[in-house]
């Protein structure tokens, strides 16, 4: 792909063992992260967040020197991009079972920046349902299936994202975006405790809306609850946070308190 770098294990490349059992099952974590100026964006949460999900999938951690090494070699030029950072187990021969003592593959990416989005964003319901695993929620692994079925529903459409519930019904998130709403003074974020990926931003969201005495709430919500929400937002690594101007074809206002915390945000993710 055009623009596009890599470093497998510190070292220029690009492939991989066709052995690589990210490659069979899926077996690895990743996290996507913004590049201003040579310097990543929100640098240490992005660090902590991949350690986390190696340490629940068992998986040995890379060091933050070694991820720091990766990034400055990609973006050695001072330029801006996007990072995308992966760990798999490494190669395995055939079967699920794993090494007892896996030699993890790391991978750093450099892509281009991605082409500018909506200030605000119109959106609809996607009808594909998320597996409730509690063992899995809220990591970033590579086993990304239910998101591309989801995603593949924007075809045709004029929606920027699609909502997508678990299979009890519960609103969980977007396809590639975590959802806030505002409901009175509240601000509302679904729970991701048996599905969903826990983003980065959502995260840091989550501690700057505590930190400046908002009343931010992590619970279970309905798809009403969204329809019927005073405001919406959604937000991912690249988008930011970014207003809901429209649901499955209704208008929705634009909350002031958007504008509040993509300052906040802003604030919180500079390196």
């Known amino acids: 792909m055009s623009g596009v770098a890599a470093r497998v294990n510190g070292q220029p490349a690009d492939s991989l063992s066709i052995l690589d059992r990210g490659l069979h099952y899926g077996d690895g974590v990743f996290r996507t992260l913004p590049v201003r100026g040579g310097r990543p964006l929100a640098w240490q949460a992005y660090q902590a967040a991949l350690a986390d999900d190696c340490r629940r999938l068992d998986l040995p951690s890379p060091s933050a020197e070694q991820w720091r090494a990766d990034c400055s070699a990609l973006f050695a030029d001072g330029g801006d991009g996007v990072l995308k950072c992966l760990v798999t187990r490494g190669v395995g021969g055939r079967g ?8 993890i593959t790391r991978i750093c990416l450099r892509y281009p920046e991605p082409p500018t989005r909506p200030a605000a964003l119109a959106i609809g319901w996607s009808r594909q349902l998320l597996g409730r695993n509690r063992q899995l929620a809220g990591i970033k692994h590579l086993n990304r299936l239910e998101q591309v079925l989801a995603a593949r529903e924007l075809e045709g459409t004029d929606e920027d994202e699609l909502l997508l519930c678990d299979e009890n019904g519960g609103v969980i998130s977007g396809s590639m975006s975590n959802l806030f709403l505002q409901r009175g003074g509240q601000l509302m974020t679904p729970s991701l405790e048996f599905a969903g990926i826990a983003g980065v931003t959502r995260g840091l969201i989550l501690e700057q ?3 400046a005495g908002l009343d931010v709430h992590v619970t279970d919500l309905s798809r009403s609850d969204v329809e019927q929400a005073d405001g919406l937002f959604l937000c991912n690594s690249l988008l930011g ?10 208008p929705r206002t634009v909350s002031d ?10 604030q919180a993710r500079q390196p």
């Open 96 to 103: 699920y079972r794993p090494a007892a003592t896996p030699e």
């Open 209 to 211: 809306a505590s930190r």
């Open 241 to 250: 946070i970014r207003p809901v101007k429209q649901l499955d074809g209704t």
């Open 257 to 266: 308190l958007t504008g509040t915390l993509q300052q906040l945000l802003e």
